[in-house]
Structures are given as structure tokens and as C-alpha cells.
């Protein structure tokens, strides 16, 4: 049984099963794999001739997987004690005809031939024949293979639960470490306001003394709306809100690889924009630090469902 915390975790695109079972006279092998896809791609490999079965199939793996390339194969064969041995009436008719024959001529010539047993009639060429027993149910056959691929299907989603937990615990730690980037991003922000303020003084001044008919109210309005594009607060802002809805992903049950794979595009904007505007290279560094990170986890997400 999976705990609840098991069961909360994302589920990995990649994962392999395979089974071995038999019933109502078949014996049987399941092989089960998958790997990354964009969308859900089931490909099967089953035999032939059994109503029914290849609906029940994609229906049964189509309960339980959301996302990936999937393969699936079965192969049939005919269960232990299927055959049988059986009597060849003609055969057995021409061996004991050939057998009273051969003993009329031995006591014609005074020759006694030991006594032949069963055993050895049955021994003889032709006499016996293999059997193949009655075909199975495919009603009772494709019930019995569903059953089955049930118990596959669990030990596939296992594995993939496994891997998916330790992408998690990965993407948790590049998630915290964007946490942390952009905290240090808003106080290197902070830091770079005198410095930005002075550089507007001095832009004024050199402007006012370049242009000494120009209105000063009219420059300072544009100097202002310089300084307003080079904040960078809403980038902060939205950079950690996103952290907090990818957390939330991570924590919640079901396929969340698309929702993940969305927000590392917002994140990838919200860094750019950070670099374009920073104005200082601390915070030129911390951006770079930021896509490097956002790009990391983007390739841990590919990986899940």
C-alpha cells in the first residue's frame, strides 16, 4: 500500500514493469516501459484473437497514465499440461497386427518371444500422438490477463512514484535556491538605490546645463519614467509568487509537469527582465544565477508527468 505523502508525490514519465502470470490454460509475460513524451503515446503488442482485449488494455493504462510514450507487450503460450498424449487407433491397430504376426511366425518355428507389455506397445512409432487440449475461454482468458495487467499497472506506477519522489526532492532544492536568489535580487535592488537616484541628479544636471532652455519639470518627468522602467520590484514580486504556486505543484496530487513546465517560462521572464534592467553588476549576477537555476529544474521537469 502507498502512504499518503507516497501518493502526493509526482509521477515520473520513465518507469518499467514486467510480470509473468498464467490462467484458464495460458501461460503469459507482460513488458511494460515508458519515456518521456509531450502528450500520451500507447503502443501495444498483443496477440491476436482475443475479443476485446485491446480496449480493456488501453483503457486499464489509460486510467493510470496521464503523459509519456508508452509500451506495452504480451506474449501467449499454451500452459503446462495443455498437451496431452493421445492414442493413434490406427497406429496402435497396424503395431499390434505387426506384433501378432511377428508371434505366429516365432512359435511356427518353435520360438517362445517374451511377453510384451503395454508400456512398450505405447513405446512403439505411431502409436501415440500429441494432443492439444481444448482451446481455452477468451472470455475467461481476457478476464484473467486484465486481472493481471491490474498488478503490473501497480508496479509500474510504483517505480515511477519512486523516481518521481527523488525529482522532487530535486526540483524542491533548485526551487528554494530560486527562493533565495530572489531575495538576495530585492536587497541588491535596495542597495542600488542611491546609486540610482545620484545618476538621475547627475543626468538632470547634465541635461539642464547641455539644453538651458529646456523646461527642468519637463526633464524630470522623463528622468523619472526612466527611473520607474529600471525598477524592478514587480519582477521580485511576481519571481516569488511564482515560487510559491511551484511549490504548491509539487506538493499536489496528480500530473503537474505541464503546470511546472508553464512556470519556468514565467520564471525565464521575469530573470531576463531582471538582467535588462539591473543597472549594477551585482544584480546583473544574481539574474544570470537565476536563469541558470530556472534552466536546471526546466530539464528535471521534462521528466515528469
Same mark, same amino acid.
Given at each position: 500500500?502507498?502512504?499518503?505523502?507516497?501518493?502526493?508525490?509526482?509521477?515520473?514519465?520513465?518507469?518499467?514493469?514486467?510480470?509473468?502470470?498464467?490462467?484458464?490454460?495460458?501461460?503469459?509475460?507482460?513488458?511494460?516501459?515508458?519515456?518521456?513524451?509531450?502528450?500520451?503515446?500507447?503502443?501495444?503488442?498483443?496477440?491476436?484473437?482475443?475479443?476485446?482485449?485491446?480496449?480493456?488494455?488501453?483503457?486499464?493504462?489509460?486510467?493510470?497514465?496521464?503523459?509519456?510514450?508508452?509500451?506495452?507487450?504480451?506474449?501467449? &503460450?499454451?500452459? $503446462?499440461?495443455?498437451?496431452?498424449? +493421445? =492414442?493413434?487407433?490406427?497406429?496402435?491397430?497396424?503395431?499390434? %497386427? #505387426? !506384433? /501378432?504376426?511377428?508371434?505366429?511366425?516365432?512359435?511356427?518355428?518353435?520360438?517362445?518371444?517374451?511377453?510384451?507389455?503395454?508400456?512398450?506397445?505405447?513405446?512403439?512409432?505411431?502409436?501415440?500422438?500429441?494432443?492439444?487440449?481444448?482451446?481455452?475461454?477468451?472470455?475467461?482468458?481476457?478476464?484473467?490477463?486484465?486481472?493481471?495487467?491490474?498488478?503490473?499497472?501497480?508496479?509500474?506506477?510504483?517505480?515511477?512514484?519512486?523516481?518521481? &519522489?527523488?525529482? $522532487?526532492?530535486?526540483?524542491?532544492? +533548485? =526551487?528554494?535556491?530560486?527562493?533565495?536568489?530572489?531575495?538576495? %535580487? #530585492? !536587497? /541588491?535592488?535596495?542597495?542600488?538605490?542611491?546609486?540610482?537616484?545620484?545618476?538621475?541628479?547627475?543626468?538632470?544636471?547634465?541635461?539642464?546645463?547641455?539644453?538651458?532652455?529646456?523646461?527642468?519639470?519637463?526633464?524630470?518627468?522623463?528622468?523619472?519614467?526612466?527611473?520607474?522602467?529600471?525598477?524592478?520590484?514587480?519582477?521580485?514580486?511576481?519571481?516569488?509568487?511564482?515560487?510559491?504556486?511551484?511549490?504548491?505543484?509539487?506538493?499536489?496530487?496528480?500530473?503537474?509537469?505541464?503546470?511546472?513546465?508553464?512556470?519556468?517560462?514565467?520564471?525565464?521572464?521575469?530573470?531576463?527582465?531582471?538582467?535588462?534592467?539591473?543597472?549594477?553588476?551585482?544584480?546583473?549576477?544574481?539574474?544570470?544565477?537565476?536563469?541558470?537555476?530556472?534552466?536546471?529544474?526546466?530539464?528535471?521537469?521534462?521528466?515528469?508527468?
Amino acid at each position: 500500500m502507498v502512504n499518503q505523502a507516497e501518493a502526493a508525490s509526482p509521477l515520473s514519465m520513465t518507469g518499467f514493469a514486467a510480470r509473468q502470470g498464467g490462467g484458464a490454460g495460458m501461460e503469459w509475460a507482460w513488458d511494460l516501459r515508458a519515456v518521456n513524451g509531450k502528450g500520451f503515446d500507447l503502443r501495444l503488442r498483443l496477440p491476436d484473437g482475443i475479443d476485446g482485449l485491446e480496449a480493456g488494455v488501453r483503457e486499464a493504462v489509460a486510467r493510470v497514465v496521464a503523459r509519456g510514450s508508452v509500451q506495452l507487450g504480451l506474449k501467449l &503460450a499454451t500452459g $503446462a499440461g495443455a498437451e496431452t498424449l +493421445q =492414442i493413434n487407433p490406427p497406429g496402435l491397430t497396424a503395431a499390434l %497386427a #505387426a !506384433l /501378432a504376426t511377428a508371434e505366429a511366425q516365432a512359435a511356427g518355428q518353435g520360438l517362445e518371444l517374451a511377453r510384451t507389455s503395454a508400456a512398450q506397445v505405447l513405446g512403439l512409432r505411431g502409436v501415440t500422438q500429441q494432443g492439444v487440449a481444448e482451446a481455452p475461454d477468451p472470455v475467461a482468458l481476457r478476464a484473467a490477463l486484465l486481472q493481471d495487467l491490474a498488478a503490473l499497472l501497480d508496479d509500474f506506477n510504483a517505480m515511477r512514484r519512486t523516481e518521481g &519522489a527523488a525529482l $522532487a526532492r530535486v526540483l524542491g532544492a +533548485q =526551487i528554494d535556491r530560486i527562493a533565495a536568489l530572489t531575495d538576495a %535580487a #530585492a !536587497l /541588491a535592488a535596495e542597495a542600488r538605490r542611491p546609486e540610482v537616484a545620484e545618476n538621475l541628479r547627475a543626468a538632470l544636471a547634465r541635461v539642464a546645463d547641455a539644453a538651458p532652455g529646456v523646461d527642468p519639470a519637463r526633464v524630470a518627468g522623463e528622468l523619472a519614467m526612466l527611473a520607474i522602467k529600471a525598477d524592478v520590484t514587480e519582477e521580485i514580486d511576481r519571481l516569488r509568487t511564482h515560487v510559491v504556486a511551484a511549490r504548491a505543484h509539487l506538493a499536489a496530487d496528480g500530473p503537474v509537469g505541464r503546470k511546472l513546465e508553464f512556470l519556468t517560462q514565467e520564471f525565464v521572464r521575469e530573470a531576463n527582465t531582471l538582467c535588462s534592467k539591473s543597472g549594477s553588476a551585482a544584480l546583473t549576477a544574481i539574474g544570470l544565477d537565476l536563469k541558470h537555476v530556472i534552466d536546471q529544474m526546466r530539464e528535471q521537469i521534462q521528466n515528469l508527468e
